[in-house]
């Protein structure tokens, strides 16, 4: 079946254009992979700290497989709740395991995908013309502006 990135990237994809176009909410409670791990913002330039929020971003203008292309994309504003600690992959898998056989599985699927670590998370998106301001000072002229917050 479908990996939950890809759940997630169509669930996000398709709330874009099917959302209300001023005031409609999305709201997702997920296991969030690779997220931002420091607020620092000299820490954000490096490395892979803002791989999961510019995903998000690119999944909220994707083309939409299979029909839908005629929609079009809503600005949004959105915000993500991760925790400031996740889970490295070794405990994650270990969680997830019942036992040695599915550890060694887990580790070598999260690891396949490059996942480096873990974090229950929220993720809220609004949708509307009060977005439209913020965006329009958007220097990658993005549809959808997304932040994060780090909690304990």
Not at 6 to 27: F, N, P, Q, W
Not at 84 to 99: E, H, V
Not at 136 to 142: H, M, T
Request: charged letters at 20%; aromatic letters at 6%; proline letters at 5%.
């Amino acid at each position: 079946g479908s990996s939950g990135e890809e759940v997630l990237k169509a669930i996000i994809a398709m709330s874009s254009r099917l959302l209300r176009r001023d005031g409609g909410i999305l709201a997702i409670v997920s296991e969030f992979m690779n997220p931002p791990t420091t607020s620092n913002p000299t820490d954000l330039e490096k490395g892979n700290e803002l791989e999961l929020l510019n995903k998000i971003r690119d999944w909220w203008e994707c083309p939409l497989i299979g029909g839908g292309e005629h929609l079009a994309i809503n600005t949004g504003k959105g915000l993500l709740f991760t925790n400031q600690l996740p889970l490295s992959t070794p405990t994650y898998a270990s969680r997830r395991a019942n036992d040695a056989e599915e550890y060694t599985n887990w580790i070598y699927n999260l690891e396949s995908q490059n996942i480096r670590n873990v974090s229950p998370g929220l993720l809220y998106i609004k949708t509307g013309s009060s977005t439209n301001a913020v965006l329009s000072n958007n220097k990658e002229n993005r549809r959808l502006d997304l932040g994060f917050k780090l909690v304990p």
